[in-house]
């Protein structure tokens, strides 16, 4: 039971995009013939660099993992055909050897950098400390690079330099978008971008993400830099250092980041705009790209392209993508994880969670069976919130064992979590808020665990196009987040009080349509909630929490009856 | 003895500077979430203060530098970095990044690129067991040390260092304290940038002063900044010690070019075994920001 | 329907966006092209007999000190050149340009002045890596190039004419006069690049042959501020006097932290940190300390004395005046001479004439390249007294034995 989403899905290649292809291609074998000797050196160099600056748009503008110190990449590109050309050894196999060098580097440096540990300014400090460091080896080891005096690399002329570069490059910008940005990476990319929390419970690990695209844009840096070599012809320390890794900081920033066509005019504008700019105004060209680049930083954050976009009027949900494609068949027909015979859905055995001396879960048994409803109920502060967090990977537990649907995830990240079919919501809805509704809802069927058939009431957010998620009201959001998990497939939802803030008859409404997702789909719901009414309506079994502990499971009637739990939510009277 | 005396002085008089950079920019940083790439820059200007009042006394000379650094911490936060703080740490370390080519092609503009000097109120050495050791070094350390000690006395245990860490928490609650929370961030920046064009002015002595020679200083500053716990003055303070350390010993210890590999690839280590910072102790400004929807 | 609309009508203008987008490419692309033809199919002019230099002068980025010296002294040299009559009937044309010290735009700049600019010399350019990027680029077009700085560049060519000092020139008459006046225990500091490390290369060769030995040997980066343990390591090995070559702000730093240290007042101290450049921020610390070199305002010849003149009345110029303004104005006028003589601006005629030319009675004296292309001229031993003198007290012979030539 194959689900198509109903609005038509975006074709990787389009038409519009074929006109920008072959332009590119035949401004690439106009040029020289256009243009004299020196502009078109020039512009080699430009769309050298421009590879460089696409490279790192990959980490930063897509998947927005900064790298301060990204020449380091560069150079070692540059370097490997420097050195290969001055030992006798075929380029090609120096651009190679710099490649899986980098390769390595970068994913041990993504790894470092972004791991789970990680934070924010880790990433800086380590890029930043590469480069230093590269530059001081290229520096200093003098036997393989010639210390500061560098390697010259023979150019074979102007204009078969030109031709290699642009064809290279066109090759290698259209490959990566083509397979990458157009593909499942680029999709995951700009979801682990605009929220990595709720892409994690989709089953999409954010570090993995991260990380290539990290060892991808430090790839196609080192392309980029055996590229230039020739180009540059000599190959220096520089060329690795911070100096050049600041610089394309600025190319992607003033171009904007995330798009092709920015990086490269960021680049061009910047490499030839200075020579003709220093031409024309000597020694204070620099002290004038100072106060232009404070300008463009603070007046156009997206850059020229942005500036030039934002004066044509285009449609939400293609601003929205940033190029990428959303939606993909993605969803399996049967299930990526098919439990085990009789597993329990969610089973909890003697966890314990103490934020420093302070416990906040106090040893909690709780068996969840597969096709239950159960309702998790308590006064504030009682550890809701924090047990649906240990169930779903958010937070580790103490102490104790935490199984879904027969797995052992005590020790498991979210979205390890989330592919045995463990879905969430979240009391403060976690959608994408800059994608529309419909790109959400896209999103969560291209990563789905299983293909499910959605009732029509959460389907008709599939087709809202035209407007943001962040422009839908609160309930709204609170419905689209639930038809978003529900769309995915899961076997097993925790839910964090889906009926907070909305009017008494909606609630019900939702209470009756989650019963009814319980009964069609089979999925395992696990909801914390205040309202009395809707627990009535909607759970099977009731759980009590209080003080970290469970008080007592049962029917609703049999819980309510219970003096113990009168006691928990009034106080010891 | 008189080695590892003198690697005691060295490390003492880095660690004094370094401690007075990372101050400013850990100010900065925690408080503002800026990371502030023009601070070599600013350490510059300070600098250049010094040679250019040359006919004024050191001290009414060091005011004025403080006087300046104020100034001109103001007018960048006003004129720059105003309403970028919202669009995160990359939008505002750019701006930097563009300010402090400002500074450094009008300090060129203005100066030119000849080395300069700046002399020292005292040249006398002093005898430190057996050790014959520049005064002024010495008594700069002890001045930097001393600011830096009252930087955190002033944020930890007076209602002005409340008032700046409240703000920062929570910008809507302290303004309906009835503290504009405009005129603290601008002030904290200004403070910070005061600081590192304090530290400028105190080490200009000791300096080829040139438009260039703050692009020495921004490496050291920013590694001790986020080696500390984020966030965190004491952690950067911290930082300062390990990079000022680590430094002069691998440099005494190592030849030059060797020193500056391993301190860099010693960095790298250290982040990858504890990219939370290293600590001794657990003072936070903030918490770990936990992404809110798991909040409670 | 109406999402479809919506939908539909913004891909029309992206692709309208895009379109424009490359129009305005192509637009940009064909304004770089202006009148001239491309690059394929673009007819080169036949050269006429007007002499034509590319000035390579980095007066922005890290080397705008030296320069900005470099560019005062070739301008100088041109003005003189044109006044007297220009070289071959017509005045001497120049193309100048700015490298920012970066190898890849020299190279880009070197090959527009030879493609586009259709130069007959190139002169300048300062850094090592510059220096080698736009020599390698020069050679395969067989066109002249000129260093002022660089006398031990690393590079070799049939059309590369170095006029700086050779290491040898400031080393044979240094080094025995500083064992004899100090003692055999020698300290090298120097910044880690090409020219340090050459320099001390040649200074232990020679230091080896007279007997004395070096006790510490030191390279640190650029931009190095704090020398403390530099200055910690010096006091350690204890040696007689100490050769610098640390430049720039570093020079200043280590100078006046070596001078707090006591390291000036106990031991024998000298080097390139000691050069004229670098004096206005040293001034008195520097009195009284001796070094060896190519040329000083103070030389007293009537070449230097015009040239000292027309360097401080056009450019409101106080301070020592740096050698390498010296060399490019020396330089460009034996270049000059060396067209004239050869009766042609081809590349291959001028190489001819310079190899086999010789300056008499110029700012240095006389002066001219030997086998090994170093252009050897006689030096000096300088003191430095007040307000900046660097006075000659003693001169050598141009003399370049005990040092291995650059080009093996």
């Not at chain 1, 994690?200 to 080192?222: C, I, N, Q």
């Not at chain 1, 000597?282 to 463009?296: D, E, H, M, S």
């Not at chain 2, 109120?121 to 700069?140: D, F, K, T």
């Amino acid at each position: 039971m194959r689900v198509t989403s109903p609005s038509r899905p975006e074709p990787r290649v389009a038409t519009r995009h074929w006109v920008a292809l072959s332009a590119a291609a035949v401004a690439i074998a106009a040029a020289p013939f256009v243009l004299p000797s020196y502009p078109l050196a020039l512009l080699t160099l430009a769309l050298a660099y421009g590879l460089f600056a696409f490279g790192l748009d990959l980490s930063w503008g897509r998947a927005g993992v900064v790298s301060i110190g990204h020449a380091a990449f560069f150079g070692l590109g540059a370097y490997g055909v420097a050195i290969a050309g001055q030992n006798g050894v075929p380029q090609l196999l120096g651009a190679v050897a710099a490649l899986v060098l980098s390769a390595v580097v970068a994913l041990i440096v993504g790894r470092i950098g972004l791991g789970p540990r990680a934070l924010a300014s880790t990433m800086a400090v380590i890029t930043l400390a590469l480069t230093l460091l590269a530059e001081q080896g290229a520096r200093s080891w003098l036997s393989l690079t010639n210390g500061s005096n560098g390697i010259y690399v023979p150019s074979p002329g102007v204009v078969t330099n030109f031709y290699v570069t642009g064809i290279l490059v066109f090759l290698i910008v259209a490959v990566i978008w083509v397979v990458l940005l157009r593909g499942r990476f680029g999709r995951r990319a700009v979801a682990v971008r605009f929220n990595e929390h709720r892409t994690e419970h989709l089953g999409v690990s954010p570090m993995r993400t991260k990380v290539t695209a990290f060892v991808l844009s430090a790839l196609v840096a080192t392309a980029a830099g055996a590229i230039a070599a020739p180009v540059m012809g000599l190959v220096s320390p520089a060329t690795l250092g911070i100096v050049m890794s600041t610089q394309v900081l600025v190319w992607v920033a003033v171009g904007g980041k995330g798009t092709i066509f920015g990086v490269f005019l960021g680049a061009g504008v910047v490499t030839i705009g200075q020579q003709y700019l220093g031409d024309a105004i000597g020694a204070w060209y620099l002290l004038v790209l100072g106060v232009v680049f404070i300008l463009v930083v603070k007046f156009a954050p997206s850059g020229l392209v942005g500036i030039a976009s934002g004066l044509l009027r285009r449609s939400v949900s293609r601003a929205a993508s940033q190029g990428a494609v959303i939606a993909s068949n993605g969803a399996p027909d049967a299930p990526k994880h098919i439990p085990a015979e009789g597993a329990a859905a969610v089973r909890v055995s003697q966890v314990q969670k103490s934020f420093g001396p302070v416990p906040i879960i106090n040893g909690v048994d709780l068996t969840i069976q597969r096709g239950e409803v159960v309702c998790l109920i308590g006064p504030n502060g009682a550890g809701k919130t924090t047990l649906l967090n240990l169930i779903a990977g958010d937070l580790a537990p103490t102490s104790g064992r935490i199984e879904v649907l027969g797995e052992d995830v005590t020790n498991w990240a979210p979205h390890r979590r989330a592919h045995l079919g463990l879905g969430r919501l979240f009391q403060v809805p976690s959608l994408y808020p800059d994608l529309t509704p419909a790109q959400n809802m896209a999103f969560a069927r291209a990563e789905a665990f299983r293909a499910v058939e959605l009732p029509a009431e959460l389907d008709r957010f599939s087709a809202m196009d035209d407007l943001l998620a962040s422009d839908l009201s609160l309930a709204d959001q609170r419905s689209l987040e639930l038809a978003m998990a529900i769309a995915w497939g899961p076997e097993v939802v925790l839910l964090d009080e889906p009926a907070a803030g909305l009017s008494h008859e909606d609630s019900l409404r939702l209470a009756s349509l989650m019963r009814s997702l319980n009964g069609q789909l089979g999925c395992t719901l696990l909801v914390v909630e205040h309202d009395m009414d809707i627990v009535r309506e909607l759970a099977d079994r009731v759980v009590v929490l209080a003080n970290g502990r469970v008080l007592t499971v049962g029917t609703m009637d049999e819980v309510v009856s219970h003096d113990d739990v009168r006691t928990a939510y009034l106080g010891a009277v | 003895m008189d080695a590892v005396v003198t690697l005691a002085l060295s490390v003492f008089t880095l660690f004094g500077f370094y401690a007075l950079l990372a101050v400013g920019m850990g100010l900065i940083f925690g408080q503002l979430g800026v990371v502030n790439v023009a601070h070599g820059e600013l350490v510059m200007v300070g600098a250049f203060v010094m040679f250019a009042l040359a006919d004024v006394p050191f001290l009414p000379r060091l005011l004025l530098a403080v006087l300046i650094g104020l100034v001109l911490g103001v007018v960048i936060e006003r004129l720059v970095l105003s309403n970028l703080y919202e669009r995160g740490f990359l939008a505002t370390l750019l701006a930097m990044w563009g300010v402090s080519i400002v500074l450094r092609e009008g300090a060129n503009a203005i100066f030119g690129s000849t080395p300069a000097s700046v002399r020292a109120p005292i040249q006398e050495n002093i005898e430190i067991l057996g050790v014959s050791y520049p005064l002024y070094r010495l008594i700069i350390a002890v001045v930097a040390l001393a600011i830096v000690a009252a930087v955190l006395l002033v944020t930890y245990r007076t209602k002005l260092g409340l008032v700046v860490r409240a703000t920062v928490d929570n910008r809507d609650m302290a303004s309906v304290l009835g503290i504009p929370p405009r005129l603290v961030v601008t002030g904290t920046f200004a403070v910070g940038a005061m600081l590192a064009v304090l530290a400028g002015a105190l080490q200009s002595p000791l300096l080829g002063v040139t438009p260039m020679v703050g692009a020495a200083f921004l490496a050291p500053a920013f590694f001790a900044v986020l080696l500390g716990r984020a966030g965190s003055l004491p952690g950067a303070i911290f930082g300062a010690f390990v990079v000022a350390l680590l430094s002069t010993v691998l440099r005494t210890y190592l030849n030059e070019t060797l020193a500056q590999v391993v301190l860099f690839a010693l960095l790298i280590v250290l982040v990858a075994v504890r990219p939370n910072g290293i600590d001794w102790r657990k003072v936070q400004w903030k918490p770990r920001t936990q992404p809110a929807q798991v909040a409670a | 329907m109406e999402t479809t609309h919506a939908a539909r009508a913004g891909r029309g203008m992206t692709a309208l966006r895009r379109t424009s987008g490359i129009i305005a490419a192509v637009t940009l692309t064909t304004s770089l092209a202006a009148c001239a033809g491309g690059a394929i199919g673009g007819g080169t002019e036949g050269g006429d007999d007007v002499f034509k230099v590319g000035l390579i002068s980095p007066v922005t980025g890290p080397v705008v000190q030296e320069a900005t010296a470099m560019q005062r002294g070739f301008e100088l040299a041109i003005e003189k050149i044109n006044a007297e009559g220009g070289v071959l009937g017509q005045p001497v044309e120049v193309v100048t340009v700015d490298d920012q010290a970066d190898a890849a735009k020299s190279t880009q700049l070197a090959q527009r002045l030879i493609s586009q600019d259709q130069v007959d010399y190139i002169f300048g350019t300062i850094p090592g890596d510059t220096t080698a990027a736009v020599a390698q680029v020069a050679e395969s077009a067989k066109v002249p190039f000129s260093s002022a700085i660089l006398g031990n560049a690393g590079v070799c060519g049939q059309y590369f004419f170095p006029f700086g000092e050779p290491n040898a020139s400031l080393l044979n008459g240094l080094l025995p006069q500083m064992i004899a006046d100090h003692g055999t225990k020698v300290a090298l500091v120097g910044n880690d690049y090409a020219f340090p490390r050459g320099y001390f290369a040649d200074a232990r060769t020679v230091l080896e042959e007279l007997g004395a030995t070096v006790v510490l040997e030191e390279y640190s980066p650029m931009g190095t501020a704090d020398w403390q343990p530099v200055i910690s390591k010096i006091k350690a090995a204890a040696p007689d006097w100490v050769l610098t070559a640390v430049v720039g702000a570093d020079a200043t730093a280590l100078v006046t932290q070596a001078d707090q240290a006591g390291i000036l007042d106990s031991m024998g101290f000298t080097g390139v940190s000691l050069i004229a450049d670098f004096y206005p921020g040293l001034t008195d610390r520097m009195h009284g300390l001796t070094l060896v070199g190519r040329y000083s305002d103070q030389l007293d010849n009537e070449a230097n004395k015009e040239f000292v003149d027309a360097f401080r009345e056009a450019y409101d110029f106080s301070d020592p005046i740096p050698s390498v303004a010296a060399n490019a104005y020396e330089g460009m006028l034996m270049i000059a001479d060396a067209v004239e003589q050869a009766g042609s601006t081809e590349g291959a005629d001028i190489a001819k004439a310079l190899g086999e030319g010789e300056v008499e009675n110029g700012v240095f004296g006389g002066g001219s390249f030997n086998e090994d292309r170093f252009f050897m001229t006689e030096t000096a031993r300088f003191e430095i007294r007040e307000g900046g003198a660097y006075v000659p007290v003693e001169t050598f012979p141009a003399d370049i034995e005990g040092i291995t030539p650059r080009c093996a």
